[in-house]
């Protein structure tokens, strides 16, 4: 229970540090000085200090995506584990429960966008439908995939029975279920070559276009939820390819911590060293990643 609430609170107060590493790296590459490290913790904390404004074309709907889009990454940071921690909730099939939990996420972030009345928030609501709606079969094949092959049924217990042992038994299915693992966080993050969080070209935004008319505190819960996402997604991959278990569990979580801070230096590499794919590509790039999972599937199966 102490790893478990550890793991939790290390989720809640890291995980916007992603964010910081993710920026430093891409200023690395661009041979820019780059925000400060704690950026993402600047901008939250000025943001719940404002208040927020509301059109009054919206509805309640409006005011409720912010806070039911974050209470859903706060319940899926609490199933998520991390380097042979189980999550402070674990029960069998609660994987299903962590792609609802994205899912409802994605459904008020989207109804909220749509209650503004706004085509150009229509417009990124309709993106991320359409693209989710591809990341989704990946992420649950590639779930599945790492279930028959632990016997497992619960993200603790499929993630907790993985060890080099298991690489070296299916090494080939462990790699391929990483690829379209880390497909689907660049996709379900809004990062490079999906989307990019930067932007504000309106033929090519997605998810900034959605939360435009967000302010205050309601924006930092979104802000804050999005980090939350991403911390979680990245401890899914983290866990299948970094399955390190030492005998000591501090070990086997700081080895893991060192994972998440790699994925977000892989992330920055990846956004630095590639251009955004065109709209008409991404959903071939998503459904390689289906292919990728279906594949790990298949050799398990053999």
């Known amino acids: 229970m102490f790893l478990s609430l550890t793991n939790v609170v290390l989720a809640l107060l890291a995980a916007p540090l992603l964010l910081g590493v993710i920026n430093r790296t891409k200023a690395f590459f661009a041979g820019r000085r780059g925000q400060p490290l704690l950026q993402a913790y600047y901008d939250l904390a000025k943001l719940l200090r404002k208040d927020a404004v509301y059109s009054r074309t919206t509805t309640w709907v409006f005011r409720a995506g912010p806070v039911v889009g974050l209470a859903c990454a706060l319940t899926a940071a609490a199933l998520a584990p991390l380097g042979g921690a189980r999550g402070l909730i674990s029960f069998p099939c609660d994987l299903i429960l962590l792609a609802y939990l994205f899912g409802v996420m994605r459904f008020f972030t989207v109804v909220a966008a749509l209650d503004t009345g706004s085509s150009f928030e229509g417009m990124g609501a309709s993106r991320e439908v359409q693209f989710s709606a591809l990341a989704e079969p990946a992420l649950l094949l590639g779930l599945a995939v790492v279930a028959r092959l632990t016997g497992?049924?619960?993200?603790?217990?499929?993630?907790?029975?993985?060890?080099?042992?298991?690489?070296?038994?299916?090494?080939?299915?462990?790699?391929?279920?990483?690829?379209?693992?880390?497909?689907?966080?660049?996709?379900?993050?809004?990062?490079?070559?999906?989307?990019?969080?930067?932007?504000?070209?309106?033929?090519?935004?997605?998810?900034?276009?959605?939360?435009?008319?967000?302010?205050?505190?309601?924006?930092?819960?979104?802000?804050?939820?999005?980090?939350?996402?991403?911390?979680?997604?990245?401890?899914?991959?983290?866990?299948?390819?970094?399955?390190?278990?030492?005998?000591?569990?501090?070990?086997?979580?700081?080895?893991?911590?060192?994972?998440?801070?790699?994925l977000a230096v892989l992330v920055g590499v990846i956004e630095s060293c590639m251009a955004r794919v065109r709209l008409l590509r991404v959903p071939q790039l998503l459904v390689g990643a289906v292919v990728v999972s279906g594949l790990a599937f298949v050799l398990l199966l053999r």
Do not use: Q
Request: charged share 10%.
């Open 152 to 262: 497992e049924l619960s993200l603790s217990g499929m993630f907790a029975a993985l060890s080099p042992a298991a690489y070296a038994a299916s090494g080939p299915v462990l790699a391929l279920v990483g690829v379209s693992f880390l497909v689907v966080v660049l996709a379900e993050n809004s990062r490079i070559p999906v989307d990019d969080p930067n932007t504000h070209l309106e033929l090519t935004m997605i998810h900034e276009v959605m939360v435009l008319d967000h302010s205050g505190p309601d924006f930092a819960f979104i802000l804050y939820g999005a980090a939350l996402k991403l911390w979680v997604l990245g401890s899914l991959l983290v866990n299948v390819v970094l399955p390190v278990r030492t005998g000591s569990a501090a070990l086997d979580l700081a080895a893991a911590l060192a994972g998440m801070l790699c």
